[in-house]
């Protein structure tokens, strides 16, 4: 082991940024953070700001999972708790709050998440009881509820369940399945 390598048990790419999770749970995220997608805590730019080397996740806390979307992330803590950051417009589940953070943000409803998959507009969350949530932009009915703008509250889909989701991460047909 070379001093100052991280071992990394899991690493995702997004939207021109990749997040990794160490062995630690630590996480690390590197490459465009003009939104605060990489959770460095550092002050929003909205301009062409990359980062090349990793950086720590601010927050000391610590991830079992990471998903990234178009410009933002979501990841589930340990205890199953989650928290976004990066770019909002609903996307974050952090309810009424829609300015971008470049610190993660936890996710409001007190629901325990063992899976959580960001895509390009909104994302969706299996609870620990297999119960489906989404939140974010819902133009096309891709939260499978009837809000019609959408919601920053992570929103119950119907009456599904389910082990696994996944959120569509393109732009293309406005990303909404």
């Given at each position: 082991?070379?001093?100052?390598?991280?071992?990394?048990?899991?690493?995702?790419?997004?939207?021109?940024?990749?997040?990794?999770?160490?062995?630690?749970?630590?996480?690390?995220?590197?490459?465009?953070?003009?939104?605060?997608?990489?959770?460095?805590?550092?002050?929003?730019?909205?301009?062409?700001?990359?980062?090349?080397?990793?950086?720590?996740?601010?927050?000391?806390?610590?991830?079992?999972?990471?998903?990234?979307?178009?410009?933002?992330?979501?990841?589930?803590?340990?205890?199953?708790?989650?928290y976004c950051w990066g770019s909002?417009?609903?996307?974050?589940?952090?309810?009424?709050?829609?300015?971008?953070?470049?610190?993660?943000?936890?996710?409001?409803?007190?629901?325990?998440?063992?899976?959580?998959?960001?895509?390009?507009?909104?994302?969706?969350?299996?609870?620990?009881?297999?119960?489906?949530?989404?939140?974010?932009?819902?133009?096309?009915?891709?939260?499978?509820?009837?809000?019609?703008?959408g919601t920053g509250t992570p929103?119950?889909?119907?009456?599904?369940?389910?082990?696994?989701?996944?959120?569509?991460?393109?732009?293309?047909?406005?990303?909404?399945?």
């Open positions: 082991l070379v001093p100052g390598w991280r071992w990394m048990l899991t690493i995702t790419a997004g939207t021109s940024f990749t997040c990794g999770i160490t062995t630690g749970n630590e996480t690390y995220c590197w490459g465009a953070n003009q939104l605060g997608q990489v959770g460095d805590g550092g002050k929003i730019s909205y301009g062409n700001v990359f980062v090349s080397a990793p950086q720590k996740v601010v927050g000391n806390r610590t991830f079992q999972s990471v998903s990234l979307g178009n410009q933002y992330t979501c990841a589930i803590a340990v205890g199953g708790q989650g909002n417009n609903t996307k974050l589940g952090s309810g009424n709050q829609t300015g971008d953070t470049s610190t993660p943000a936890p996710m409001i409803g007190g629901h325990v998440f063992q899976q959580i998959s960001a895509g390009y507009g909104h994302a969706c969350g299996v609870t620990s009881v297999d119960a489906v949530y989404c939140w974010g932009s819902n133009g096309s009915g891709q939260l499978g509820s009837a809000i019609m703008n929103s119950r889909a119907g009456n599904l369940v389910a082990i696994e989701v996944a959120a569509s991460g393109i732009g293309t047909g406005s990303g909404s399945h």
